[in-house]
């Protein structure tokens, strides 16, 4: 089988502090990956590396591409890369308020992704982005509503709708439940997962919360200071860490 | 269908003083289609830690163990996952599981997880909690505020929701009543006749007597407590 995503020795410097470094990895299709490690170990510049929203000095990111095969994204033209963010590539930021447009109707933006990709029947996209707020748990009610009258979790909920209704192939999650309080975390994972698994989709997830990663990623890469220290499945990773550090990370979770 | 041989686990502890925990040394047996092994020793033998090594929860340092052919020792996480969806099933002590989501859901998601219709998923997962007593009215609730028995039962409801090939039951038994017992016995003497290759860890040894063909002490491949 091809991987859907294939990583290799990206590295990324900020002058002379190192971003990440030589970081490889396959994804394949359907498999989750989480990517956890303290603030500043370089998961969030690893993420914008493969997303495209950085540039690395180092590296490939093969995509399998659903017309021409494996690409190297970082040296396709600017123009494939947007088409793959907007087709096949979605990305969910921490912050909701990054990944919508926030002086557009909730059906607007999750209509906007729909007209990207070339559907122009008003009525059709309408309808798609009522389909979607449902699936999110939106009422289809406040299709018209601005996302600034929304609560933090709605918005976030209305970011996966945009990101997922063209029917994406891979999601790049940073921190999808940060900032969220834990009621609506859950719900956010049930419908994470659920999508996960009726889609098909692959996800590489950026977290800190090693009870995010359990519950939603198969498997798991540990990261300190810009480099994979340890990786393996979930929950072994988890249950059995063999670095120090991911020793370390996992007996510092406060018990509930 | 389960075979290790030469199998060695030890704990590294490099917050702890660098401490290195001999587990396990030396293990070697073989579980056949259609039979049920036990594994007994005292607490602390490292019965719970075989028994995650076999399912690829914790790592093996040294050794096989080939399940249906596939070597976990050395196997992609991606097989492993394969593995455990289509072939190895575990029914751990405690329940795990997305806060918020029902008990039905919960049971059937082994099911939904192999392409099985949400229905047929369901009529399956109904008929689960129906043999193991717990109440209709419960199964729309999310099973985290259930007692410790329910849970345990709404675990073995989603171990045996998929006809698995072969099993991991660590103490299936514990704290249920007779009757809920029993039909977790019978649950197990169903699996062991359509084949299935069960490694099983049972404190009540009546139970154990009843399902299981044979015993294997893990006491024997304990070496001393710290190296």
């Not at chain 1, 170990?41 to 399998?64: E, I, R, W, Y």
């Not at chain 1, 007209?115 to 996209?125: K, L, Q, S, T």
């Not at chain 2, 169903?190 to 290759?197: E, I, P, S, T, V």
Request: hydrophobic share 40%.
């Amino acid at each position: 089988m091809t991987p859907l995503l294939s990583v290799q020795g990206i590295t990324k410097r900020y002058g002379t502090h190192i971003g990440c470094a030589d970081v490889s990895f396959d994804l394949y299709p359907g498999e989750v990956m989480g990517i956890v490690g303290e603030s500043g170990s370089g998961k969030s510049t690893l993420l914008n590396c493969m997303a495209g929203h950085l540039t690395p000095d180092a590296g490939q990111v093969v995509f399998d591409t659903r017309t021409d095969g494996p690409h190297d994204t970082i040296t396709m033209s600017e123009p494939e890369r947007r088409m793959l963010g907007r087709t096949d590539w979605a990305f969910v930021h921490q912050h909701a308020r990054d990944g919508l447009r926030i002086g557009v109707s909730a059906g607007g933006n999750v209509g906007e992704r729909l007209m990207a990709v070339g559907e122009r029947n008003y009525g059709d996209i309408r309808e798609k982005a009522k389909d979607w707020l449902g699936r999110v748990e939106i009422d289809a009610s406040r299709v018209d509503d601005r996302p600034t009258t929304f609560s933090g979790g709605m918005q976030q909920r209305l970011q996966i709708a945009r990101n997922l209704v063209t029917g994406p192939r891979l999601v790049f999650m940073d921190e999808p439940t940060g900032g969220l309080d834990v009621s609506v975390q859950a719900r956010l994972l049930d419908l994470l997962r659920g999508l996960v698994r009726d889609m098909g989709l692959s996800a590489i997830i950026v977290t800190h919360d090693l009870a995010v990663v359990r519950l939603l990623a198969d498997r798991l890469m540990v990261m300190k200071t810009g480099r994979v220290v340890e990786a393996g499945l979930t929950d072994q990773v988890l249950d059995d860490p063999q670095h120090a550090y991911s020793q370390l990370l996992v007996s510092s979770v406060l018990q509930v | 269908m389960i075979d290790l041989s030469n199998v060695s686990k030890s704990f590294t502890l490099h917050n702890q003083g660098g401490a290195v925990i001999e587990v396990i040394s030396n293990v070697s047996f073989a579980v056949a289609t259609g039979e049920c092994v036990a594994l007994t020793g005292a607490s602390g033998a490292g019965k719970s830690t075989l028994m995650r090594m076999i399912y690829g929860n914790y790592l093996t340092q040294a050794g096989e163990i080939r399940i249906g052919g596939l070597d976990i020792v050395r196997s992609e996480p991606r097989d492993i996952i394969k593995l455990r969806r289509d072939v190895l099933g575990y029914v751990s002590q405690f329940l795990r599981v997305v806060p918020r989501v029902p008990t039905l859901d919960v049971v059937a998601e082994p099911l939904r997880a192999l392409k099985v219709p949400a229905d047929e998923a369901q009529d399956r997962a109904s008929a689960l909690l129906t043999q193991l007593n717990i109440p209709e009215r419960l199964w729309s609730l999310s099973p985290t505020t259930f007692s410790g028995g329910e849970q345990q039962r709404v675990n073995i409801a989603r171990g045996f929701a998929h006809t698995y090939p072969a099993m991991l039951l660590d103490e299936p038994t514990a704290s249920l009543d007779a009757a809920n017992r029993e039909v977790v016995l019978s649950l197990i003497e169903d699996a062991k006749a359509r084949g299935a290759a069960i490694i099983g860890i049972f404190h009540d040894e009546a139970a154990r007597t009843h399902v299981c063909d044979r015993e294997i002490d893990v006491g024997c491949f304990t070496p001393g407590m710290v190296a």
